[in-house]
């Protein structure tokens, strides 16, 4: 390996709690691949005064792959000895889900609609959306409760201890729309169903380009479903901790295109 590139690190963080080990040994390997070096931390070790001297031996890149309850503070942990944090701005905010698409959605992205309320006395403004409905949990990858009337969504929030740990969204009909995920790496658009670069068309890149300008990301997955006939479409998620599953293309372009 070059001396040079001795000379810098990347760090991929993930937590225990979650799946996405494997997704961070993913990304490690592709990066060894192209020659970058790169560690994978539990994200709780990072307060361990020995970890962070050693990060801060070399020019450092750290990626947060997971959606820890904590990343607030760690980012403030690392920015303290100028580290450099990929989507730093993005992670020091709020990143409830329901936020997330609020941003969006003042920046003329379409999402579904949706209401988010504090407890279970204000659910009579649930009237402003029709169903099917979904009631979504505000953490990434965590729980999803589809409900088709309002009896069975009165049955269902019985189980639901914490009302604004969650928000409800209107349920897209699936007979107009497919669903599509696709990786946005800095400046590549990569569609998750296609092996190699496919051609993005500009009414779409602009609407991807512009979630990236809301919410000061440059690396993340967007879940939208979208009629490309007629340039419908809703965004539905936007997750800025992606281990590229799905897509080795985006895993490649992350590396070569983000890492250090």
């Known amino acids: 390996m070059d001396n040079k590139l001795c000379d810098n690190i990347n760090y991929i963080l993930f937590s225990k709690n979650e799946g996405y080990q494997e997704g961070a040994e993913k990304i490690r390997t592709e990066a060894l691949r192209q020659n970058k070096n790169c560690e994978i931390i539990e994200i709780h070790n990072i307060s361990n005064k020995k970890i962070l001297e050693k990060m801060k031996q070399k ?4 990626y947060l792959l997971t959606n820890d309850d904590y990343i607030p503070i760690y980012v403030e942990l690392l920015k303290n000895i100028n580290i450099k944090i990929i989507n730093e701005s993005l992670l020091s ?9 609020e941003r969006i959605k003042r920046n003329g992205v379409c999402i579904p609609n949706n209401i988010w309320v504090s407890d279970k006395s204000e659910l009579n403004n649930l009237n402003k959306i029709e169903y099917p409905i979904f009631i979504k949990s505000q953490k990434q990858a965590s729980k999803i ?4 009337n309002e009896v069975e969504f009165y049955e269902k929030i019985k189980s ?14 699936t007979k107009k729309y497919i669903l599509k995920k696709y990786y946005c790496v800095k400046r590549s658009i990569i569609d ?7 051609k993005i068309p500009a009414w ?24 490309l006939s007629n340039k419908n479409y809703f965004c ?4 800025p901790a992606s281990s590229f599953f799905r897509s080795d293309l985006a895993r490649e372009k992350f590396v070569k295109n983000i890492l250090i």
């Open 145 to 148: 409760i589809f409900v088709k």
């Open 204 to 227: 779409l890149k602009t609407i991807l380009k512009n979630i990236s300008k809301s919410l000061e990301a440059e690396v993340f997955s967007v879940d939208i479903f979208i009629n």
């Open 93 to 101: 905010k709020n990143l409830l889900k329901f936020v997330l698409q």
């Open 160 to 173: 639901i201890n914490n009302i604004n740990e969650y928000y409800i969204e209107k349920a897209i009909d």
């Open 236 to 239: 539905i998620d936007i997750n």
């Open 59 to 62: 020019k450092s890149l750290v």
């Open 192 to 198: 998750m169903d296609f092996l190699t670069d496919k």
